[in-house]
């Protein structure tokens, strides 16, 4: 079976690999490109830990091909913090406690911020069905919330 | 398994015709990728349709509306002329999924998956939506209806491929809806769904209708005794009791752990006569 070769740029970085025709974007990341942020909760689409931005396009990276990346941008978890610096969503799940056993994190905090540049005053309702593909089984969600809350409007008083 | 990303019309239609295993066109992948990671599905060729011109366009054609087959749902739910032309259809497909569910889902996977509870396919039957089908032979123009044809089952031929669904254009005062019911409040599949469009004439007349089932059949039903319900009527409550009546008639459902027969057929003519007030409003502007 021949590979497929890629050139992508992932969290600005141009990055190339080879990749099998039915590998998904998921593995690809986690077990050749050693960024193992993006996690495997179910592989079928419905809990979300495996989110990543293609193109600045929200998706389960568990239901693309990797070979579909080429040409594309994506951005991962990895890309969040700027160096030490956290991105304000990171800061606020750490002051809120949002999260407990963390396999759910990354997935909600790429999630949340591709809500927050599309929307930067979501309202409690939509910033809950925004993040309604996203499982926890730890926090019940509330703190989660609360945290993506009041990053909003940390941000909107930085901007 | 062989991944192929054709530019043009012509070089898909060359490798589907050319396949000598199974093959799949691949739009968004959020149906045939579970399928083939469960075994369901293994293909031997996949042929990705995205980078094929037009494909990702939504574009204005004789007065309607064309929508290229790898447009996502996301896209179609950003778009705010086809949201005000055609906010039924929009308002199935943006139920697919979760967010990240929307950034990938097509309406013409949602269609050709062939799931009977597909939910942007009886909001696209009562919109009147014609596929544009491309293969061996040329280019063609079906009924949405036309594609599914037992659950799993397209009438497609080999070689052949949707290249975009067209809305047709929209006479003054029409207005479509669609609901679903389902057990909870986000990502579950649709118990029952029903779309409905209708236009009215000056004095408030409804002087075209069409209804679209979903989940109660083992295909998506074009319920034309609810449509003639409506045609002729103000809408008005005996109007639309008729219709729920129709819509219950033309119910065939299964029995499962998600409905029963005789809940489904219930709810299917409680969903078709709210979908029916909504499009109302909608017409009435
Ligand atoms: C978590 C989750 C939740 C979901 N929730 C819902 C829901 O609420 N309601 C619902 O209806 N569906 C739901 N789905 C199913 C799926 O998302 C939809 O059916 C979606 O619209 C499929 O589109 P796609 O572009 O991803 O299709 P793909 O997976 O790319 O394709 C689906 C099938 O159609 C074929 N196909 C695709 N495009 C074409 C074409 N242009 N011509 C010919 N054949 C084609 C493929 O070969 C494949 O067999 C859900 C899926 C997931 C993973
Ligand atoms: S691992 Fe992708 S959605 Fe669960
Ligand atoms: S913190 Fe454990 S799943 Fe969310």
Redesign the interface.
């Given at each position: 079976?021949s590979q497929?070769h890629v050139t992508t740029k992932i969290n600005g970085d141009t990055t190339e690999y080879l990749c099998d025709?039915?590998e998904?974007l998921l593995d690809v990341l986690r077990d050749r490109l050693a960024l193992t942020g993006a996690k495997e909760g179910c592989?079928?689409?419905?809990c979300?830990a495996c989110?990543v931005t293609?193109d600045g396009?929200?998706?389960?990276s568990?239901?693309?091909?990797g070979?579909?990346a080429?040409g594309c941008e994506i951005d991962t978890i990895e890309g969040m913090a700027d160096g030490e610096k956290l991105h304000p969503l990171q800061q606020k799940f750490l002051e809120h406690a949002a999260l407990q056993c963390g396999i759910c994190t990354p997935g909600i905090l790429v999630?949340a911020k591709?809500?927050l540049e599309k929307n930067p005053s979501p309202t409690e309702e939509e910033a809950r069905?925004?993040?309604?593909?996203?499982l926890c089984r730890c926090t019940g969600y509330d703190k989660i919330i609360r945290a993506v809350m009041d990053a909003a409007e940390e941000m909107r008083r930085a901007s | 398994m062989i991944y192929e990303v054709p530019e043009t019309v012509d070089s898909a239609v060359a490798l589907l015709s050319g396949a000598t295993g199974s093959a799949r066109i691949l739009a968004g992948g959020t149906d045939l990728l579970v399928q083939m990671k469960s075994g369901v599905v293994e293909p031997d060729l996949v042929v990705d349709i995205k980078r094929i011109d037009g494909m990702k366009s939504i574009a204005q054609e004789d007065g309607g509306w064309r929508i290229g087959a790898a447009v996502s749902g996301a896209e179609m739910g950003e778009h705010q002329a086809l949201c005000a032309a055609w906010p039924g259809v929009v308002e199935a497909m943006e139920l697919i999924g979760s967010t990240q569910v929307q950034g990938r889902a097509t309406l013409a996977g949602n269609l050709c998956n062939a799931s009977p509870a597909a939910d942007s396919v009886p909001a696209m039957v009562a919109a009147g939506a014609v596929v544009r089908v491309a293969g061996p032979d040329g280019v063609r123009d079906i009924p949405v209806e036309e594609i599914p044809v037992k659950p799993g089952k397209t009438s497609l031929g080999k070689g052949e491929f949707v290249t975009s669904v067209f809305l047709p254009a929209r006479p003054v005062n029409s207005g479509d809806a669609y609901l679903r019911f389902i057990p909870r409040t986000e990502m579950d599949i649709a118990v029952v769904g029903c779309g409905v469009s209708l236009t009215l004439d000056e004095a408030g007349t409804c002087t075209a209708a069409r209804v679209g089932l979903g989940a109660v059949a083992a295909t998506v039903l074009v319920v034309e005794d609810a449509a003639a319900a409506l045609i002729g009527s103000k809408a008005d409550d005996t109007a639309l009791d008729k219709m729920a009546a129709a819509v219950s008639a033309a119910c065939k459902p299964i029995d499962d752990k998600r409905g029963t027969v005789a809940f489904r057929t219930h709810v299917a003519g409680v969903l078709a006569k709210r979908a029916a007030k909504i499009a109302l409003a909608r017409a009435q502007g």
């Open positions: 079976m497929i025709p039915e998904t592989g079928t689409g419905d979300g989110s293609v396009r929200l998706v389960c568990c239901l693309t091909l070979a579909e080429d999630a591709s809500l069905y925004w993040l309604a593909g996203n | -």
